[in-house]
């Protein structure tokens, strides 16, 4: 039974260690940007070219 306990605290420790290893690599620094710019920015393929209306 204690190896159990041993597994679980491993296994929380490494969730933690890659929490906080995705903060210190500014994961969560822009949560909408990149959202926002999939929708918004224009493709440089696109420049000659008229946009439809809608």
Known sequence: MWWLILIALGM???GLAAFLWSLRNGQYDD???A???VLLEEDPSDEGRA???S
């Open 31 to 33: 949560l909408d940007g």
């Open 12 to 14: 929380g420790l490494a």
């Open 51 to 53: 946009r439809p209306e």
């Open 35 to 37: 959202a926002e710019r």
